[in-house]
């Protein structure tokens, strides 16, 4: 029935093609190679192309959908983000550090989609350690928005966000530590999802700051976000902070009424900050929902101008430890002709890092030392109590909150790199939901000046499967989800 090409369709309809033998995995996957080769000169959008191991694996997903015994992931190909270890295959997590990294396992994510009989077609590019808001802290360089080529698509997931809005693959994975999944799907008009703390494992993914660090799929429907969900969540004994909590079927709810379900607006999210035009369109996707059947109502969130300072003490904090293991010893960038084990550790760390996470291993460091720990570290551990109670509260009178996912469309590309703080402040509506460990969705809600808007919702812990069907109920009412840039359609 639907005849679009294969790079516009979402999963459900290609897994249905599959299953029907309209084409082949290895058709499809050959597909997006193709348009890889075609497009990817501008995007940027993959530090590695799998061509070889793809057209294997879709082979194999061929004779398993011959036999029947395919799942519904099957023969569908996926990028992933390049902070996943890929047994065999380079995993550089954007880093002249891990440059030459050939990872000996596989994250269990990956185990998980090679289960499902998914076809990986490469590794998508992002910030160097997944610090930064537009993927310009890429030692590749910077991935590119499809929807205008001169501004960022958004970081640090933007080689996802990119590649799935350019329709160079049909499903991509993030991760969001403040807001890496959902500032980068708002950038590029596609639907991203991060998941409570702990839903998916973080086994084999490349730690930045392990109490924020979360997986999650960029799709173009909420539909596509759910059927990963389905294949990927759940506990994972190699990973102490995956959670046992039970994994229902996603898709089960997806089509429930919304009448009634009550959403909270965020008063301190919709100040002066936010543009007005982006304000405007917002009202529009609200307006969307309440026809559903939604009730409105306005919530405080108190300690909100808290979120990104706070955040930028713990995450450093974290970050200075977690990539203290880099030390040209055991693997990753070695500097030339070390004259002694401290010129090793010095110039190996001094080479292999680039600008901003030297800047975030340095104030990390600082605020863990003897004299200001208890000063900003135990103060800021503190605040992120202060912050998750007020989601908490708010919980009390509503199911879930509504708000933008960023408070401008995609910036230039140079236009923030020398003036971090400005850069920091593009996520100041997502980060407080990772300080708070809670589920948060950002869907197409619309275009500002030609450029793509997301709205959020943000669910109580473990309530993805409400995330997904107001997201899903959202997107039978609107079409923003199935606008593709016109240079790539
Ligand atoms: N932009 C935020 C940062 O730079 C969030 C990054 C992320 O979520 N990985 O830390």
């Given at each position: ?181 959902r500032?980068?799907a708002s950038f590029c008009g596609i639907t991203g ?28 429907t909420a ?40 959403l ?10 936010l543009d007005?035009s982006i304000a405007t369109t917002l009202n529009d996707a609200i307006e969307a929902l ?112 509504v708000c933008p996912t960023s408070?401008?469309t ?19 509506y ?11 969705m950002s869907i197409p809600a619309g275009f500002v000046?030609?450029k793509p808007i997301g709205l959020q919702l ?12 107001v997201g899903?109920q959202f997107q039978?009412v609107t079409d923003w989800h199935s606008n ?6």
């Amino acid at each position: 029935m639907s005849q679009s090409p294969l790079h516009q369709q979402t999963l459900s309809q290609l897994a249905s093609g599959l299953h029907k033998k309209s084409f082949s995995s290895v058709e499809l996957t050959s597909h997006f190679l193709d348009r890889i080769k075609q497009y990817d000169n501008q995007l940027n959008s993959y530090i590695t192309v799998c061509d070889k191991t793809a057209l294997a694996q879709a082979k194999a997903a061929d004779e398993r959908l011959a036999q029947g015994n395919a799942g519904p992931l099957t023969g569908i190909p996926i990028g992933q983000k390049d902070i996943f270890c890929t047994q065999g295959i380079k995993t550089s997590c954007g880093s002249k550090m891990l440059d030459n990294f050939i990872a000996p396992y596989s994250a269990t994510l990956i185990e998980k989609c090679d289960t499902a009989g998914m076809v990986m077609l490469g590794k998508l590019n992002m910030d160097e350690f997944a610090m930064g808001s537009s993927t310009e802290n890429s030692f590749y360089g910077p991935s590119k928005n499809p929807w205008d080529e001169n501004t960022v698509p958004g970081g640090s997931s933007g080689g996802s966000a990119a590649a799935v809005a350019g329709g160079l693959c049909p499903i991509a994975t993030g991760t969001d530590t403040g807001g890496s999944i959902r500032q980068p799907a708002s950038f590029c008009g596609i639907t991203g999802l991060k998941p409570t703390y702990g839903r998916i494992s973080r086994y084999g993914m490349i730690a930045f700051a392990s109490s924020f660090d979360q997986a999650g799929p960029m799709t173009r429907t909420a539909e596509d976000a759910a059927l990963f969900l389905n294949a990927v969540a759940g506990f994972d004994p190699k990973d102490s902070t995956s959670c046992e909590e039970p994994v229902p079927d996603y898709t089960q709810t997806l089509n429930d009424s919304i009448e009634g379900l009550t959403l909270g607006l965020p008063k301190e999210y919709f100040t002066d900050d936010l543009d007005s035009s982006i304000a405007t369109t917002l009202n529009d996707a609200i307006e969307a929902l309440k026809k559903l059947g939604a009730k409105v109502k306005e919530v405080s969130l108190p300690h909100t101008d808290y979120a990104v300072p706070t955040y930028y003490i713990l995450a450093l904090a974290e970050c200075s430890s977690n990539l203290s293991r880099y030390d040209g010893v055991r693997f990753g960038y070695r500097c030339e002709n070390p004259k002694n084990l401290t010129d090793l550790y010095e110039r190996s760390r001094g080479e292999g890092f680039a600008d901003e996470v030297k800047r975030r291993i340095m104030l990390g460091t600082y605020t863990l030392s003897a004299g200001y720990y208890d000063a900003y570290y135990l103060k800021a551990q503190k605040v992120r109590r202060l912050i998750a109670q007020d989601f908490h509260k708010a919980f009390a009178d509503v199911d879930m909150l509504v708000c933008p996912t960023s408070p401008t469309t995609a910036f230039g590309l140079g236009e923030k790199t020398s003036d971090p703080i400005s850069m920091y402040l593009s996520d100041i509506y997502t980060i407080a939901v990772n300080l708070a460990g809670l589920p948060g969705m950002s869907i197409p809600a619309g275009f500002v000046n030609e450029k793509p808007i997301g709205l959020q919702l943000i669910g109580q812990h473990f309530q993805e499967s409400k995330l997904l069907n107001v997201g899903h109920q959202f997107q039978t009412v609107t079409d923003w989800h199935s606008n593709m840039p016109a240079n790539y359609r």
